[in-house]
């Protein structure tokens, strides 16, 4: 299986994640009550899952989801899996932010579920998030690969190609892009053929490197996850290409519905 979870989980529906919700939400505020809001963050996660198996719900802690493709593995681990269909995190941040959410829309991707909540103890009082997604996973497989403005300029790119296909075919679009990019690096040879730390000029002056991925001394890759605003990130690599002595970017954006293919050619 591309995808494997600890153990099965289920589909539930809205009211029967609202029910869920509401109660580990009750158990979220009496914690904070009683606990504050200076712990780690695995002190509230620890603490929440007590509560809620004393409360009735199935939970699984540290709930694994085990990414494949060839040789490739990869494992992420959501704070909390309640009854099988809700994902809970528990975070003590300053704030929750996007890229909170981004997570666990990430794991609901990789699950195939639909439910998650994000819980803040660091706050004065609990704060939250619903997280929630109609996307299946045959869905985001569904996703289009487009190359119109692609140039295979390695011997390396038809693999790089090739590699975008079975993602999309096994795991679908929409996953964070560093899942993309560490799953390339694997299938191009792993870090120490791929990773390279670029210098970069300025007016014609070394300032420094910049670490990026490549498929030949001269030409590099980039993973991103854009879906608005596209043409600025493409301007945007066009800039960072202008300042380094590679000859070309190959850039890979995963779209909600379409997969781009993009090379970006020093002028």
Known sequence: ????????????????YHRVDRRVTGLAFEIHN??????????????LARRCRNSGFEVAVEFEMEVR????RKSYFADLLVDRAVIVETKAALSLNNAH???????????????????????ESVKKRYVSTTLSTSERQ???????????????CEKLRETIQRMIADWGACLHPSLYR?????ALGGEADVARSIPIEVAGERVGTEEMRV??????FAVTAMVHRTAR?????????????LRAIQWINFNHKTVELCTIESP
């Open 34 to 47: 009683q606990l504050g809001r200076f712990f780690e963050e695995s002190i509230y996660q620890g603490e």
């Open 1 to 16: 299986m591309p995808v494997r979870t600890a153990s099965p989980v289920r589909l539930c529906s809205q009211d029967d």
């Open 101 to 123: 959410e981004g997570q666990v829309l990430n794991y609901l991707f990789l699950c195939g579920l639909h439910h998650g909540t994000l819980s803040n103890f660091r706050n």
């Open 215 to 220: 498929l030949s001394p001269d030409v590099a």
């Open 182 to 186: 560490e799953c390339l690096t694997h």
């Open 233 to 245: 990130c493409r301007e945007h690599l066009l800039r960072l290409l202008r300042h380094t002595r």
């Open 69 to 72: 493709l060839d040789g490739f």
């Open 142 to 156: 569904r996703a289009v690969l487009t190359d119109s403005q692609w140039r295979p300029l390695t011997g390396k």
